[in-house]
């Protein structure tokens, strides 16, 4: 299964230039948040395959106007040709602005999907927007990583964890890191790997 992954910045290269051949094998979108909802709609549009959505720090927005043809999975699991998505978004709570969490408010969300968790006997991607505590994260408030995403992945050894809210740009950041079994991929902007 081919996955195209976005956050933070709008590809102009997508949008602006958009390519359907290029796009053509993709089966599954996946945004870790601060998107326009316009744009994922233009994505769920031109690629058609479904297209799942985290909020980022920056998603008050959706409240107006939340993305057309796309799901969002927020505290959920859905299940997608036999994978497994666990969506958790919003960063660190810095500003008291909307989908920003304490440490502690995080860990609350993780265990209200305690159920949910057991029924489908864990999670195959954990999608989130803030990456996890030391694990391509930053320094400031705003970006300093979960610490309660480390004890996801060790307790439930996901394939991928996909996040964004690091912008590549910002210089040390990386694309690809590995934490034990899982390999985690930076969206920023946009990635396409194969599941």
Known sequence: MKILVVSDKESSYIWDHFDRERFKDIDLILSSGDLKSEY???LVTMIK???FYIHGNHDGRYAVKEPLGCTAIDDKIVVHNNIRILGLGGSQAYNNGPFQYT???ME???KKLKRALKKNDGFDILLTHSPA???GDGD??????FKVFISLLDKYSPKYFIHGHQHLNYGLQKRYLTYKDTSII??????IFEY
């Open 108 to 110: 609350q969300r993780v």
């Open 140 to 145: 400031d408030l705003c970006h300093i990583g």
């Open 103 to 105: 440490e502690k408010e």
């Open 186 to 191: 930076n969206a920023y902007e946009y990635h």
């Open 49 to 51: 395959a479904p297209l």
């Open 133 to 135: 505590y030391e694990l």
């Open 40 to 42: 994922l709609s233009f």
